[in-house]
């Protein structure tokens, strides 16, 4: 069954269009998606986020809302799927956004299924040849996802959370203990 079929695909807003400055006093104040903000293990780096103003209130087609999935439209194409957490967030045009139709699919489930290693390879070979390859939403389209029961959509995304989980907290002992490592290190230089 091709994405099309169960979802609706559109890019993200284009900055210039709606941007203004922040002493502009009719500005609207947004916190917006970044490229870094997208982990490339899949989840959303909200330390990555930007501010973005705008001269006008945006509508909600450009904004997250739970059970989107935003993907990455250069490379690496990073697909999240996002959370109630994260709603209200401006999606810029270097994204799409994928929002599914029917019940038949798990949004967690599309965006794993996108960022798996078959999709990745397609995404690739589809990636327009410039100075940045990037796909386009036609792709996104097109891409074919096998229909899974709804069961076992959950378990493979309970599965990943965990794992996701697990990366993410050995990401921060790591930070953690680097930054003891430096500490430890000053301290014996200052001292020594």
């Known amino acids: 069954m091709k ?3 169960i979802s609706e695909v559109q890019t993200g807003l284009v900055l210039v269009r709606k941007r203004a400055y922040a002493k502009d006093k009719d500005a609207h104040k947004y916190t917006m998606l970044t490229l870094k903000s997208f982990d490339p293990k899949g989840w959303l780096n909200e330390s990555e986020l930007d501010v973005f103003f705008s001269k006008e209130k945006l509508e909600n087609k450009y904004l997250t809302n739970k059970g989107d999935i935003i993907i990455r439209l250069t490379n690496p194409y990073t697909a999240i799927c996002i959370n109630d957490k994260q709603e209200g967030l401006v999606i810029p045009s270097n994204f799409a956004i994928i929002r599914l139709k029917g019940q038949k699919f798990i949004p967690e489930f599309v965006a794993l299924f996108l960022n798996s290693e078959i999709i990745e390879k397609k995404f690739f070979k589809s990636s327009i040849s410039t100075t940045i390859p990037l796909i386009k939403t036609k792709h996104l389209r097109d891409i074919d996802i096998s229909e899974k029961p709804l069961a076992l959509q959950k378990k493979i995304v309970e599965l990943n959370q965990l794992q996701v989980k697990e990366k993410m ?10 930054k003891l490592a430096k500490a430890s290190i000053n301290k014996i230089i200052i001292e020594g």
């Open 3 to 5: 994405l099309i079929y």
């Open 169 to 178: 907290l050995l990401s921060r002992l790591m930070k953690e203990k680097e």
